[in-house]
């Protein structure tokens, strides 16, 4: 099976833009997470999709969002881009059939918002 | 919420010694403790992974181990190799179908040849 993918790898965006992340799972796995890694914080939950809803949320404001498509394919987007938001996207999917599911990560989008 | 804690935050052994790295946990309704070796500009990769209902899994040269009571779940690597280098994430879930994963900040071990 293909693993994990996420376009683009990376990004380079100004200060009050805004941005979209895409994230393709593993075929047959239903459940995307997405992660901010940055080496203060290390890695920290975003949120859930399952079945095209958001099942969880993450600590995060309003500016991050994210979508999940009938295909499992995943979005997601910061609006009105901070320097603190410069940080590694990663995002992992699951077969959501254990509880809890063994996550798989893709390879990242490094973010950087000057 | 769900805390995890990892220490130490950096480990150096030489090649062919035991590395342990020890994380503790807040949320005694966790259940689910997976281990994520990352290399330097690579993914995180689930290398092994313990449920609550076990005291200890391994594979081959990775086992892990659970203290519910004390709430501390332990990564041990036996025979290092200098390809154990990486930094090591441990992480704890919630009960249920719950994907939100809480990790601890990371340890670099660096095995010396």
């Known amino acids: 099976k293909a693993g994990v993918t996420q376009t683009p790898r990376y990004l380079i965006k100004t200060r009050g833009q805004q941005v979209t992340l895409s994230c393709s799972p593993i075929?047959?796995?239903?459940?995307v997470s997405w992660y901010q890694q940055t080496p203060g914080q290390g890695l920290q939950f975003l949120f859930e999709?399952?079945?095209?809803?958001?099942?969880n949320k993450g600590n995060f404001p309003g500016r991050f969002s994210g979508r999940q498509f009938s295909n499992s394919r995943s979005e997601m987007n910061v609006s009105t881009l901070e320097l603190g938001d410069s940080a590694l996207y990663l995002c992992?999917?699951?077969?959501?059939?254990?509880?809890?599911?063994?996550?798989?990560f893709g390879p990242g989008t490094r973010l950087t918002v000057t | 919420g769900e805390n995890v804690e990892q220490h130490p935050s950096t480990l150096s052994v030489q090649e062919g010694d035991s590395a342990v790295i020890k994380c503790t946990y807040s949320?005694?309704?966790?259940?689910?403790f997976p281990w994520y070796k990352q290399e330097l500009g690579k993914r995180p990769q689930l290398i092994i992974d313990?449920?609550?209902?076990?005291g200890e899994k391994k594979d081959q040269r990775i086992a892990v181990t659970l203290n519910k009571t004390a709430k501390h779940f332990s990564l041990h690597i036996t025979e290092t190799q200098p390809e154990d280098s990486a930094v090591y994430f441990c992480?704890?879930?919630?009960?249920?179908?719950?994907?939100?994963?809480?990790f601890g900040k990371g340890i670099t071990l660096s095995v010396r040849p």
């Open positions: 999709y399952f079945s095209e809803t958001q099942r």
């Open positions: 992480a704890a879930s919630e009960s249920g179908a719950n994907s939100k994963l809480t």
């Open positions: 949320d005694s309704a966790s259940n689910y």
């Open positions: 075929s047959g796995h239903r459940s």
């Open positions: 313990i449920r609550s209902n076990v």
């Open positions: 992992a999917s699951s077969f959501a059939g254990a509880a809890p599911p063994e996550q798989y």
